[in-house]
């Protein structure tokens, strides 16, 4: 369904272009949740912002394609892009606080995508979004609709923005690090939440984690990026239980599990950071 | 070596800055007004008071029927305009220089009282400040005017009156984030007088915000001189200001447009050089903009 | 607090507040120079006859009894009687007042309008759209509403033949008109003269746009700032992730947001623009409140300065009640909290 195939991507121009993607390549079909995993800056967040097609505009692509059952998602419309977006392809965000628009009513904001996808009336909007706000187990769903962001909990609005994104039942849902600005509590059941979700509309789902914890839970398949390649992947067992590359078996031991003590965990040696980054530069051919 | 050069590169970018095309341009109109005021009785061409009833409301030099010898022509007592336009830049620059100094002392007196004294000084002139500016400045300078006199100097006095707070309230503030720096605590452990840190170490800060302000307010003193000339509360009516021959332009403006137009250009492109220059200073002397 | 007591509060301030205007007002006119019967009475007037004068408009008295005679007196509608006009205060400011209340919402609906779409524009379009946009504001801006006056009575003549712009009055005296009120504008509206509404609007449009055009400038920049602030913030991208349009983002999910600091804003120079038409109406020759104050202040006539003195500083206050109850309408949080 959606094939990523040697992205190369920088941002900036000229000399002073840096690098962000140094030929990433991966694939995620009908129903597969599929996780993206590595620290900040290793790129992972970039490659959601390509498929949706919102990457900040200093962002180039070098070589490399993005498919779409087949379509260029990096030579579409932005027409084309605009029927695409909510529909077939949705995001949960990483920041409940700030995703919502603050002056308009939760109503608003979870019907505005059906209206303008599914070309639903006011009355059907609303009936739909008690739907939704009901499973994603929100409690007192005609209250919510009436609320505003603010008066809402992180937990709850991260409820709602799962709602958003699968009101039209997408093909494609892209997470990006969507439980990591939650308590770990919440964290837990929002997690349950979206594998609910996610099965029952059968979408397929892009998780951007910098966990592995929480990818090796969720997740079917996963690749681990470093430096903007991806250095390993794979169905998550086996990176789990037989990682390959140094920095995957550096950073499960740098993942809280709960049979570990958190004096046990280790953090990713800088010695090896820097030896990876410098290979990583190299192969940039500049 | 390297430190050096890092040194020296904010200052080469102010020098950039002040060479903007904004502040050049500020500049050239100011100094033209300037050359204007100072020699006004030796460019203008004709006495500015010098009427000739035998030819009035001559049109300027790019319509027919003009004369040469009042290049721009001659109002409705047939007074030469080239000359009014050169006598009245003389009154506004008084006006600009004078009443933009004096509001720009007396404020930044009172801000720094109030910013640095603090308690209850800081609280009356603060209260003063906000009494005042609840006046509107318009209605209040066409009273303070209307009370003290007709007159250049009562114009100033008017200005200055209305106008300090502008000073008042942007050197409070700014004392009080500077009181507040380390190299106030500094100079204070060096065992510094109050007088002393303040002269010497705070006001030098405050220079460039003053330089910008000052010019900002020469823009608008060259305006309310306009406005009180206009109303008909400067200057005694046959001395030539710009307002004045805006106020006479206007009750003629169907028969001789040139009349109002003139001395309005001349006002327009004062207020908008000393906007210019003040914006061009502030980019070039301010170092939390210029970051 | 809820909103409805919080707009109580201001309106209980009102009268407190006005009472100290009228006593700043009082004090600083009695004790300035200037005597408003020599100012109407000829040169070689007799002494008698001023002294009568003087005893007829109570300023024989002392100022502590003329407050008390005037402030007695104020609460039943009763202001005195213009010095200069010989006509009773209330009546001249209730007469002027509308023309300078249509004038206002004229010039207010300009600048919102005009300023509105350069700043959506400004958005919108970066790049050498919005570089063009940031000039004319500049520009805009760094011209007072009084030099706007001037140049647009100019405009006005140059264009004649073109375009036929009245430059003095609000109405063709040609006209024959029957109105019951003195809001000429809204009662023809209402009343269906478009042929009287299209003379009235006619007048009002350069007066009008003298005062919105300095507020136009004011309200492009800070609703631009705030605009394009708006657009980078994660509710916008998720708008964007929405599949909305460019101009739908901008008009349903940044506007809204990107309005309040723009309110606050322009409820502040709202008041200047009122301040405004004292200067600009006497240019149009506009028979307004501002219109009537350069007069009486010049002809040092007292009660008339008082009476619009207070009814300026009433148009204040009521100005700010309506930029705090918008500012509540547009921030939910704020009507919550």
Redesign the interface.
Known sequence: MLAVEALVMEIGRGARAERVLRGVSLTLEPGEVVGLVGESGAGKSMIGRVV?G?APPAARVVSGSVRFFGEDLLAISERR???????E???I?Q?PM???????RIERQIT??MR??LGLGRRAGRARALELLEAVRVANPARVLRQ?P??LSGGMRQRV?IA?AFACRPKLIIADEPTTALDVTVQRQVLRLMRDMQRSAGSGVLFISHDLGVVAKLCNRVSVMHAGRVVESGPVADVVERPQHPYTRALLAATPRYDRPAEALVPVPAELSRRLWDEARALDGR | MAELAAASRPRRRTAALLLAPRVMFGSVVLAALAACAVAAPWLAPHDPLAQDLLYYFLPPFWSEGADPLHPLGTDSLGRDILSRLIHGARAATIVAVVAASLACLLGTALGLAAGFLGGRVDMAISRLVDIWMAFPPVLLSVVLVAVIGTGLAAVVVAIVIVDWTRFCRVVRAEVMVQRAQDYVAAARTLGLSRFRILAGEILPNLVPLLIVLLTLEMGIAVVVEAILSFVGLSVSTDAPTWGGMIAEGRTNVNQAWWLMALPTACIVVTVIALNMLGDGLRRALDPVLRR | MSPLRYLLTRLALAPPTLLGVAIIAFVVLRVVPGDPIAMMTPPGAIEADVARLRALYGLDRDILTQFAIWIGAVPQGDFGTSISLRADVLGLVAHALPATIELCLMAILIAILAGGSLAVLGAWRRGAVEAAIDAAIAVVQAIPDFLWALILVLAAVLLAGTVDLPISMRVDPRLELDNATRFLLAEHLLRGRFDVVADLLAHIVLPAAALALPLTAVIARVLKASLVEAMAQDYVLMARVKGHSRAAIILGHALRNALVPTVTLTGVQFTFLVGGTVLVEKIFSYPGIGWLAIDAVINRDLPLIQGLVLTFAALFILVNLLVDLSYALLNPRLRHG
């Not at chain 1, 892009?81 to 529909?87: F, I, S, Y």
């Open positions: 949706l919102v892009r605009r029927a695409l977006l909510g529909a392809i949705a995001l965000p920041d700030s995703a919502l628009n603050p002056v308009l505005d995508v303008l996808h505003y603010h008066e923005l958003i």
